[in-house]
């Protein structure tokens, strides 16, 4: 069997050994700061303080790219903190396109000098586009979450009528590809999958149809989602899926970093009940 994906491991790892499912998410908005210094502390502050409640930290790279070249910057500090504190880093950045630019995307984000250990990949241009992103995770021991089914009401519009689950089959197939033989509980491939936590009824589907596939599931707070309703996303043991909260967590109270830990740790309460 060939070695597992270092990504996978290191946050299933993490999960067995903090007992947290949680993803922070960090989506640091401009107009909530005095100034870009301002939103860089309470950034990296609210990333090391809710550290020991998360499995992993997923910067939304819009809020980065956002802030021209110091967004870049601030981007490379988190990623840089996120490893000092053991965290896996997954960039949030729906990449994808046509191949030679979505092979430029995937040097970019999985392997630049801003890469994370694991991107988020929107699959509409077709299969093929997958294609670069899954290698370069593959060849770097990182990630990719492919969106399955995302967390907006109105994702209907263009994932209704069967799509995600076509998605969801594909995600499957180059797992099964990866990771030959029968499957082992609680480990899992390169290749995940965003499932919205919002599609609490979905949940149990897209865990059957994806058994190697890490589920990202974002939408927890802000969105309205509960952990209550989360357990069908998670394997016997609790792995496989990582709840992800941005709003809920960062602005918790404002930018009072005490409630943002406060936060975390509710948060990572509560879906440890709910398994
Ligand atoms: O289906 C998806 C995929 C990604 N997102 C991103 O997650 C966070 C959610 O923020 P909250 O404040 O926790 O609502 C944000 O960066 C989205 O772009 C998502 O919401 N849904």
Redesign the pocket.
Same mark, same amino acid.
């Given at each position: 069997m060939p070695a597992l994906p270092a990504f996978a491991h290191a946050v299933t790892e993490r999960t067995r050994t903090l007992q947290t499912r949680l993803c922070v998410?960090l &989506?640091p908005r401009a107009d909530a700061y005095r100034d870009t210094a301002h939103l860089r502390l309470h950034t990296l502050d609210v990333l090391e303080a809710t550290a020991p409640f998360a499995a992993c930290v !997923?910067p %939304?790279l =819009?809020?980065f790219e956002a802030l021209g070249l110091p967004g870049f910057a601030l981007l490379e500090e988190v990623c840089a903190l996120a490893r000092t504190l053991g965290l896996p880093v997954i960039l &949030?950045g !729906?990449r994808g396109d046509i191949g030679s630019t979505a092979e430029a995307y995937a040097r970019a984000w999985l392997g630049g000098p801003h890469a994370g250990d694991a991107l988020?990949v929107n699959p509409f241009l077709g299969f093929a586009t997958l294609t670069p992103f899954v290698a370069a995770a593959r060849a770097n021991g990182g990630g990719i979450f492919v969106?399955v !089914?995302? @967390?907006?009401p109105d994702?209907n519009d263009v994932q209704g009528s069967g799509i995600s689950e076509r998605v969801a089959v594909e995600v499957a197939r180059l797992n099964a590809e990866e990771l030959e033989g029968d499957a082992v509980d609680g480990e899992y491939a390169s290749v995940g999958a /965003? /499932?919205?936590a919002?599609h609490a009824r979905d949940l149990a589907t897209f865990r059957a149809l994806m058994p190697r596939a890490l589920l990202?599931l974002?939408?927890?707070?802000? %969105?309205g989602a509960t952990a209550a309703d989360l357990a069908p996303a998670f394997h016997a043991g609790g792995t496989g899926a990582l709840a @992800? =909260?941005?709003?809920? /967590? %960062?602005?918790a109270n404002g930018l009072d970093v005490a409630a943002s830990v406060a936060a975390a740790k509710r948060f990572r309460d509560e879906l440890n009940a709910a398994l």
């Open positions: 998410g &989506d !997923k %939304q =819009a809020f &949030d !729906k988020t969106l !089914k995302t @967390s907006n994702q /965003v /499932v919205g919002t990202l974002p939408g927890l707070g802000a %969105q @992800s =909260a941005s709003r809920g /967590v %960062q602005y």
